[in-house]
Each structure stands twice: as structure tokens, then as C-alpha cells.
DNA sequence: ATTAGCACTCTAAGCTTGAGAGTGCTAATA
DNA sequence: TATTAGCACTCTCAAGCTTAGAGTGCTAAT
């Protein structure tokens, strides 16, 4: 971990920085710093500081004679600072706090308790829901925010096709009545001839083409309850990636707040904004993207460049997964600029997740 | 009619410049109008005759030494000279083809056909048919299209109040479950006291409160043949309304096309893009004012400033409603910047709004 | 009625300049 | 040794100035 890397007033001042150009997007000095957050040090020791920092690779100057803004290598030890810790306590929302004027206990706490109510009341609706979600989520976040909602009908297995690649690898790729919607590397058993794996395939296509997720999900626990130990370790993660992919498709991504986004001063840039709309008008971009969470455990964040969609450079992903008892259902995500309220988002994502899946348990 | 005032040549100069500018949006000068449309007049001639359709406010200037740009009265007498005509004869097709690099034959025919198909098979799914039409009408297009879906279920009258108003007028105000969504000024015959419109009110309201539209229009089927000459005009109006009123709600409003917005040149600046986000975001907005298109009869356009909605100033608006027989049942509707090509605009909203009619009334 | 010619106007882009902000380095200090 | 005062240096950004180019309106000629 990087953090052993700091001492203690290193990080405070990086936090110091980084919750300051959150706040307000621009270069932060070294004299700003002895003004705003007082450390008790002149400007020319937090100069120095600031240079380590930018050594270490956690700041960086726009120009020579401009302050320092965080790197998406500073955002990141930020993140991993707040993550280490329970979303819960208190340093989260410390930090959640000086990001931002708007204080925890203003809004946040109120909006959370009247969106859990009103989730009890329409969950049976699953389109109410996720709109209430997305909206929610969107008003107090001034994010772009994503659902994807759980999918268990219409969509159909056609088939799939596992093809041996490497040693011990294979690639899935699966077919539903809508096209081709994933294709994953799997790991296997480096024994296993590409015959083996044919006839794998070969008893799944047989097994379950033609069916929705919804015949194949009760057909699976009857199954697994009778022969558990004959399943094959393979067989079951085929049929994972199966259930997961069939789980979403394109048409019904819920996305929300791009006018509150473009208010934000990251998109003062015309072609931000081309950037941004065009990323949430194809919705199969952020639909591989947030299918990659959706058997994380807990909150995901991924800063700037973190991920490897070119469309979305410069953007940031904090998503979390909602389950159904043990079972992952569906993901939602805040997508903002890389100057994101990392703490609030985090906490935000956190809570919702942690309320739909409580909704959808009961 | 103000046509009366312009001779054909005039005419044909102003349809050479505003077809010139909807192209390109660049001030048009007279030494461009003869090269591009060689009329056979010098320079100095056109200029005499460019002032003349200044003067008539039908163009105006940027600047003293830039060219002519049309003026919203402008465009008025453009897409008067286009209405007058049948959309699907000649002149119309030839001004959309003067006043855009993509013929007609080349595109437009092609992806209304394969529309037409695609409906056909989706008829069944309002939602998905929708999705359809506004996917077609903006990637059409590139102006961000809307349609509101006829709303049968869920929403309930809840009650009507009709209060008196002015001479021979009264307003009525209707609630429905989802709160007040129609206030609107009827005619009424002046003898009528508020007693006796009250009671039409307590009439209406005792009939049919509670009960969705659907029972509401099977009643009323029934009614209308049982007693049809008992109907006074002031309850059928009332009816009508209630009628209109229920079949919108802000909630499905289908709205598509931003990214392609943004993309003209209209909208390189920063201001212009959060003004049309807004709108967009805004929903209810756009339900107020494609619901005064909900009974008109054919297209509809409304240019920059002749709708009195601030927010959406500088923006036209080209919208049809579709029927299910004879009955209105909702609306579909293109907004782009004033500039837009209305020949091609009216075009696609006409016939994809037949068309939806023709797939609702089989 | 049309047109050639010309003086006039306005914009947009490029260039220069100076104030201001912030740095890095050095030498002095606790 | 850690900190700090001081200062020269760098870079940006906004303001002011200049100029080429586009397009006009008017006048006098056809």
C-alpha cells in the first residue's frame, strides 16, 4: 500500500489540497493552503511538502507558476484512505464535509430517509424504482447517475460457445435472442481437451437454449440441490456468466442528470460535454462498464483513467451492486468528472445500494 | 396573407437565402446569392433587394457589413409557403433537398419504410414502439424529438371544477390522482348562472370520479348513443377536456436526441446547450406545450419566439398529433434551433405521425 | 430597371504588453 | 536539522491595438 509512503502531515495536506480543489477547481497554492488550513507551517515548508507530493506523482501544475491539482494517482490514495475505513464512521463524512459546503446533516441524511420510504411503497414497480433511484441519486449528487435494473424476463439463452485459449483459459461467448452480449475469459482446468469443453457447451445449449433467465434460475436450483456434487466447477461458472450477462441489456439502462452535470464548472469545455453525452447516449458503452461491477462486493470506484474506455476519459465511476438476499441483481453508479466528491459519492452509492437490496429482500 | 406583398422574384431570393443559412449558418451576402443561385442579377440588384426584405422584416443583419440571416418572421412566411402546398407533393421535397447536403431518396425514404415495418411488429408494446419513433425521428433528423404516449391506464379523474369567467367563459380546473393537470378556458353559452355550471361540474364529477380513462371512454361511448340529444355542449366540452387532460402525464414523456443537438453548430455555445438540457430535463415543460398540439389538426410549427415559453426561446418546435381512428391520441414532436430544416422537419413529423396513427387504428 | 464602382463600417484574428500569482532556490535562523 | 524569509524567475490572462477581409449602401452611369 502507497500509504505507508506518507507520514502523517504529507497526507494531511494532500487531503487538504485535494478537498479544496474539489470544492473549487482551481490550482491550489501553497500560501492558499497556510491561509485556508491553518498546519501552522509558512508557505515555503508546505512548498517543499507540495513538491514531494508532486514527486510521489500525487499532484501535478498545470504550469510552472500555478498551484497544484490532484492527480487521478492522488484521487486514488484519497479513495483508498476513505475505503479502508466503515462508510459509516466518521471520517467519511469529515471528509465528505470539507469537500463541500453542503453539509452531511443539511440534506443527505433527510433525502436517504424519505427515498427509503418511497422505495417501500413502489418497489413493486420496477420502472418507479429505478426512475426514483436514478432522480434520486442524480438531485443529491449533481452526478450523472446509472441503473441498471434487474432483467429477468424476455430476454432468452440462445446458446454458448466456449473456446479453449492459452493454457488454462477459455473464452465464453454467449448468444441471447438480442446478439452476442458477453464474452469473458474464463479460467480452467489445463486438462481439459477443447472437446471437453465442446460437450460442456454442448450440455448447456441443450439444457437451457430457448429459456429466460427466470425458467433457467429455478431449473438451476432445483438442479444444483440434486447433484451438487457432480457439478463441475466450469459448468457452474459458465453458468454464472450466463446468468449475469442475461441479466441486463441495452434497452433499459436508467441514466439521469446530465443537465445537473454540465451546470459543473469541469464542464465549462464544449467538448466535455460532447464527450459526456455522447458516453450516456450509447448506453451499451456504460452497460459493459458497469457490468464489470456487478459481482464486485460493496462500492467500486474507478478514477479518470482507470478504466480503459477511451469515451469516458476523464470521467469517474462510483458503483455499487444490489443483491437480492445473496444474489447480485443489477448495479448503480454515479459517473461525474474526475474532481468528483469522492467521500459523498461513495457514501451516497453505498447507502441507495444498501436500501435497494433491503427493498428488494423483504 | 402576407405573401400577397413579395413578387416571385423576391420570393425566390429570400427561399435562396434562409435555404442557404438552414444549410450553413453563415450570414448570407449578395455576392454568395448570385454565384450559388445564379438568378441572373448582379450583385447590386440583389442588395436592393435584400434591404427591401429587411425592410419587410423578413431577414435581418448581424452587423452592418456581414450578410442577411432570416428573422423568425422570416421563416414564418418559409414554412406558410410550405404548408399551403401538400407535404407530399414536389415543392416540399425540393426546398428539404435545396436546404440540405442529404437528398431525399438517398435516406429519408428508406428509414420510414423499415420504420413503418419495425411498428408494425411492436405494436403491442407502447414502450418499446416509442423508444422507436423518437430514435427514428432524432437520428433522422438530429433535432431532439419527443412523444408523448397515449396514457390509458393508471391515471384517474379525480374531479372537475368549472368556474365562471368573463362574459361567455369559464375555466376549468382538473384534478386527477396526480394532482392538478389541466386548467383551461371553455366557451359557455352566457345565460348560463355558476349554478348551472356547477352543477354540470357535480354532474361530471359524481359520474366519474375515480374510474380511469378507459371506463371512462367505454361510459361515455355508451352514453353518447343512449342519449345523444339530451348532451349539452358545455358537458361535452368539459368531457372532452378530461379527456385530453388524462391522457398525459409528465412521467412517460419519451425524449431522444441531445447528443445529436449538440452537435450543430447552433448550439457551439455553452449556454444555448444548458438552455436545451433544461428543457429537456424539465419534462413538464414540454408536456404544457406539446399538449396544445394534443387537438390540432396535421403538423403544427411554431418558430423561435411565436411560443410563449421562455425557456425554450430561440427554439422551434414541429409536432403532429396521431389518432387511433378519429380520436387524438397523443402527440409527437420535433425541437430544434430556429434554424432548422423545416421542409424536412414537417416531412418526418407528418409521416411518422400518420404512420403511428395508421399502426394504432388497424 | 439595372449595374459598376467606391467609400465606409464592422468583425475577427493576431500581436504586444503588464499585472498578478505562484514557484524554486538560497541563505539565514531556531 | 527543520524551518523560513526573501527574491528572481516563469507563466497566464486580460486589455488594448492593429489590420485584412467581407459586405454593405449609395451614386452615377448605362
Excluded at 441486463?248 to 469545455?269: A, M, R, W
Excluded at 466535455?272 to 458503452?285: E, G, N, P, T, V
Aim: hydrophobic fraction near 40%; include cysteine; charged fraction near 25%.
Amino acid at each position: 500500500m502507497v500509504s505507508l509512503m506518507l507520514d502523517e502531515r504529507s497526507k494531511q495536506i494532500l487531503y487538504a489540497i485535494i478537498e479544496s480543489y474539489i470544492d473549487k477547481p482551481e490550482p491550489v497554492g501553497s500560501r492558499f493552503v497556510t491561509k485556508k488550513y491553518p498546519f501552522g507551517f509558512s508557505s515555503a515548508t508546505i512548498r517543499n511538502i507540495m513538491a514531494d507530493l508532486e514527486e510521489f506523482g500525487f499532484l501535478s501544475q498545470p504550469h510552472t507558476s500555478a498551484g497544484r491539482i490532484p492527480t487521478d494517482k492522488g484521487y486514488r490514495f484519497y479513495v483508498d484512505s476513505i475505503s479502508g475505513t466503515d462508510i459509516n464512521k466518521g471520517f467519511v463524512r469529515e471528509r465528505m464535509d470539507k469537500a463541500s459546503y453542503l453539509h452531511y446533516d443539511d440534506s443527505l441524511g433527510d433525502m436517504v430517509c424519505q427515498f427509503t420510504k418511497k422505495l417501500g411503497r413502489i418497489k413493486n414497480d420496477m420502472n418507479a424504482m429505478f426512475s426514483e433511484v436514478i432522480n434520486t441519486l442524480s438531485s443529491m449528487s449533481n452526478y450523472v447517475s446509472v441503473a441498471l435494473p434487474p432483467k429477468t424476463e424476455k430476454t432468452t439463452f440462445n446458446r454458448i460457445d466456449l473456446i479453449r485459449y492459452k493454457d488454462n483459459k477459455a473464452v465464453a461467448i454467449l448468444l441471447t435472442n438480442e446478439g452476442v452480449i458477453k464474452n469473458k475469459v474464463l479460467k480452467i482446468d489445463a486438462s481439459l481437451a477443447q472437446e471437453d469443453i465442446n460437450s460442456i457447451a454442448d450440455y448447456l445449449n441443450s439444457e437451457y437454449a430457448g429459456h429466460t433467465l427466470d425458467e433457467i434460475r429455478g431449473s438451476l436450483v432445483k438442479r444444483m440441490k440434486q447433484e451438487k456434487l457432480l457439478w463441475d466447477e466450469v459448468i457452474a461458472k459458465a453458468i454464472k456468466i450466463c446468468e449475469q450477462a442475461l441479466l441486463f441489456t441495452s434497452e433499459d439502462i436508467f441514466v439521469s442528470g446530465l443537465y445537473d452535470v454540465i451546470n459543473l464548472p469541469d464542464f465549462s469545455n464544449i467538448l466535455r460535454i460532447k464527450q459526456i453525452a455522447k458516453a450516456i447516449k450509447d448506453k451499451h458503452l456504460i452497460l459493459r462498464l458497469l457490468d464489470e461491477f456487478s459481482d464486485a462486493e460493496g462500492v467500486q470506484v474507478l478514477i479518470g483513467s482507470e478504466h480503459h474506455y477511451e469515451e469516458l476519459n476523464g470521467l469517474s465511476v462510483v458503483a455499487s451492486p444490489y443483491k437480492e438476499g445473496d444474489r447480485p441483481m443489477g448495479v448503480i453508479a454515479l459517473i461525474g468528472p474526475t474532481r468528483m466528491n469522492y467521500p459523498k459519492a461513495i457514501y451516497m452509492v453505498d447507502r441507495i445500494a444498501k436500501c435497494i437490496s433491503k427493498t428488494l429482500s423483504d
